[in-house]
């Protein structure tokens, strides 16, 4: 991971606050079940990456996603959604428009059935790059593609807040949409920590292990979501992404920014189970974050709708953690919980 400036007392100063950008495909025509996003050639691919500025470092697959790991994060390619989740000074958003031209053309796929753009506030907004500096840009940009997008803030805007920008805005309920994706449960649960303990952080630099492998295995990541083909990387002299795939096609992903000036850990996975409680538990073990924001996306027919309920009634987590903040808003498919939490004083 590059780092974006060198600050006063010598360190290099790296972004770890993610952009993530999530976009369900679809097709009008009765040809659907022949689109498959996973056609469009690697190559392809790296060009769009460097639109974005980042490359490929990494990769596994199986037959239902592709998982990559980025000099930036992650990016994950299935039959109808892609997933890039982008860290540093990326430019996400600049690849949409080639993204949709590939997407018809080597997949077959002509509509944009769902979209997701979202990140946590920035800890040096004044680094970003054009149209990332800010949210407002980035809406622009998203409004010019997207005539029925609409833009929300969640939490508090003079402190932690988290950005979204999404589609399909009205609260109505079609679980059974014509298409090749959300006829199917789906559900996304996303953890962004920070103020990080600083013997967990040691674990993710080159001083304290060798390689991913190690990493991995010392912090215990292997044993968040247990049975998950694992794909990791640690960063010279510090820094650490992973994917995860499971058979049945779904995926998790860590992301670690260790420096204890701007440390940073961001946590993902679309596993279907009954409760988020325990997997966040498992999470915040690992990493003790004296703060952190929890998302949950979930439609209908999701075995998690209801974790929201759950959520709503724990005012503290972990008996470690209170609840400052906590918002729900229902959309076309899908129904959002955020909630954010802080560490009780030692």
């Known amino acids: 991971m590059a780092s974006d400036e060198t600050m006063s007392d010598g360190v290099q100063f790296f972004e770890g606050v993610e952009k993530l950008l999530e976009i369900w495909f679809t097709t009008s025509d009765c040809n659907g079940k022949a689109s498959d996003l996973r056609k ?3 190559s392809k691919l790296e060009s769009l990456l460097k639109i974005v500025r980042c490359e490929i470092i990494s990769f596994v697959k199986n037959e239902q996603i592709d998982a990559y790991v980025l000099s930036e994060s992650s990016m994950f390619v299935s039959k109808s959604r892609f997933i890039l989740k982008t860290c540093g000074t990326t430019t996400p ?3 949409l428009q080639p993204l949709l031209l590939l997407a018809e053309q080597y997949a077959g796929f002509t509509e944009v059935e769902d979209l997701f753009y979202s990140r946590k ?9 054009s149209p990332h500096q800010h949210f407002d840009q980035e809406v622009a ?3 010019s593609l997207f005539p029925d997008g609409v833009a929300y803030c969640l939490g508090a805007v003079n402190r932690d807040c988290w950005y979204l920008y999404t589609l399909n805005p009205l609260p109505q309920r079609h679980p059974q949409i014509p298409g090749l994706s959300t006829t199917d449960a789906d559900q996304t649960l996303e953890i962004l920590m920070t103020d990080l303990d600083p013997d967990v952080m040691a674990i993710f630099t080159k001083v304290e292990c060798l390689n991913g492998t190690e990493a991995t295995k010392k912090a215990g990541i292997d044993k968040i979501i247990p049975n998950m083909t694992i794909d990791d990387f640690l960063f010279e002299p510090c820094g650490y992404s992973m994917n995860g795939v499971s058979k049945n096609g779904y995926y998790m992903t860590i992301h670690i920014t260790p420096e204890p000036d701007f440390s940073y850990v961001s946590f993902e996975t679309n596993v279907p189970v009954s409760s988020y409680k325990e997997i966040i538990g ?3 073990d690992t990493f003790l974050p004296g703060k952190f924001t929890v998302t949950v996306f979930n439609n209908q ?11 709503l009634c724990l005012n503290q987590f972990g008996n470690r953690w209170d609840r400052r903040d906590i918002q729900q808003i229902s959309f076309k498919n899908y129904d959002l919980m ?8 030692s």
């Open 141 to 143: 940009l998203l409004d």
């Open 301 to 311: 027919l999701s075995p998690t709708k209801d974790t929201s309920k759950e959520l």
């Open 282 to 284: 498992r999470v915040l």
């Open 40 to 42: 469009i050639p690697r």
């Open 338 to 345: 955020y909630a954010f939490y802080t560490k009780f004083p």
């Open 93 to 95: 958003l600049l690849c």
């Open 121 to 129: 506030s920035y800890k040096r907004p004044d680094l970003q790059v």
